[in-house]
Nanobody, 123 residues
Framework: QVQLVESGGGLVQAGGSLRLSCTAS????????MGWFRQAPGKEREFVAA????????YYADSVKGRFTISRDNAKNTVYLQMNSLKPEDTAVYYC????????????????WGQGTQVTVSS
């Protein structure tokens, strides 16, 4: 059973940066993809970014392109989300997710989820 443990959320002022981490354990990751989703109060959970374990091509939501960077460290089974130029509208609970599916953009494409970490951006 794959387990995902997230860290790195917090409170930051607009324009600031945070880095989220998510470490996977309990599975084999050769055909694996990991992604980040977020859910703001009163809104549906939305895709943020994803990366396949087998290559370095990142995939981003339009709302975060140019500001967020997803990367992975295969040796550590860890994926990172570097968030720069944060805006108040980035405030949400951020979830790490993992899938063996080729599809990346919908939350029901993912089989495994972390517990979520709060990111709050003050104006």
């Amino acid at each position: 059973q794959v387990q995902l443990v997230e860290s790195g959320g917090g409170l930051v002022q607009a324009g600031g940066s945070l880095r989220l981490s998510c470490t996977a354990s309990g599975g084999t990751f050769d055909n694996f993809a990991m992604g980040w989703f977020r859910q703001a109060p009163g809104k549906e959970r939305e895709f943020v970014a994803a990366v396949y374990w087998s290559d370095s091509n990142p995939y981003y939501a339009d709302s975060v392109k140019g500001r967020f960077t997803i990367s992975r460290d295969n040796a550590k089974n860890t994926v990172y989300l570097q968030m720069n130029s944060l805006k108040p509208e980035d405030t949400a609970v951020y979830y790490c997710a993992a899938t063996y599916s080729a599809a990346l953009y919908r939350d029901n494409d993912y089989d495994y989820w972390g517990q979520g970490t709060q990111v709050t951006v003050s104006s």
